[in-house]
Nanobody, 111 residues
Framework: QLDMVESGGGSVQAGGSLKLSCVVS????????KFWYRQVPGRGREFIST???????SYAGGYEDRFTITQDNAKNTLYLQMDSLETTDAAVYYC?????WGHGTKVSVAS
């Protein structure tokens, strides 16, 4: 069973940046499938990105230019760097590791 703590969310102005972190407790982090999702109120969860054990990232359409997923296996941590944030990026962001969902971190973007 994994335990995860997400952080890095907050309020920014449009055009700003945030870096989300997901620290995972438990064995097997480096081998686990890892994802970032987000959810806007009233809508379903939306896939953003995934990263392979070897560090190869993949993104849903429209995210690759502004978002970057990385991992630090030594720290059992998954990251999502978000740049050039837009008001439409406001959502709760979730990390998913080995099919276990974090509790989410909220991002607000002001115009």
């Amino acid at each position: 069973q994994l335990d995860m703590v997400e952080s890095g969310g907050g309020s920014v102005q449009a055009g700003g940046s945030l870096k989300l972190s997901c620290v995972v407790s438990g064995a097997g982090f480096s081998r686990c499938p890892k994802f970032w999702y987000r959810q806007v109120p009233g809508r379903g969860r939306e896939f953003i990105s995934t990263i392979s054990s070897a560090g190869t990232p993949s993104y849903a359409g429209g995210y690759e230019d502004r978002f970057t997923i990385t991992q630090d296996n030594a720290k059992n941590t998954l990251y999502l760097q978000m740049d050039s944030l837009e008001t439409t990026d406001a959502a709760v962001y979730y990390c998913v590791v080995c099919n276990t969902w974090g509790h989410g971190t909220k991002v607000s973007v002001a115009s």
